[in-house]
């Protein structure tokens, strides 16, 4: 399941920060070999690409882990990807990305979608009512 390879990966991104890079690595490489994170596994579950930029960046491929941060459609963004649900710029998964405008502007547009989600479950309003709310208050919807 997702939520068990975004746990592997923390675990990883914990043994890293304590020094326990060996293990880190270790971990690092048996998730690459489980197959779950290819691109034939990405093109059958979209929600694993945002594990894959977890593991990049925990890898320390900064670079690499943009570019594909970069090919997520921001309108069919996974939201929620960890047992505790966290802000993406709260997951220490991917503390290698927080700096970068490419992270930020993903972050922006998850805390934004995850506030549009809020709003119509509170209020039995359609997406497209809290779009023109939205739109009708002078801000984009960020697509």
């Known amino acids: 399941e997702n939520r068990d390879l975004i746990d ?45 930029v977890a593991l990049h960046a925990v890898e ?31 997951l220490p998964v991917f503390e290698a990305l927080y700096d970068t405008p490419e992270f930020q502007e993903y972050a922006k547009n998850e805390r934004y979608q995850t506030a549009r989600f809020a709003r119509m479950l509170a209020s039995n309003e359609t997406e497209r009512e809290v779009s023109a709310l939205v739109e009708d208050a002078g801000f984009t919807m960020g697509r």
């Open 60 to 90: 320390g491929n900064v670079d690499t882990a943009i570019s594909e941060l970069s090919a997520i459609d921001k309108n069919s963004m996974t939201l929620g990807i960890a047992e505790i649900i966290l802000p993406i710029d709260q």
């Open 8 to 52: 592997a990966v923390l675990l990883s991104h914990c043994n890293a920060i304590t020094g326990k890079r060996a293990d880190a690595d270790r971990l690092i490489a048996a998730l690459w070999d489980t197959g779950m994170l290819t691109d034939s596994a990405l093109l059958a579950d979209k929600t694993l690409a945002i594990v894959r």
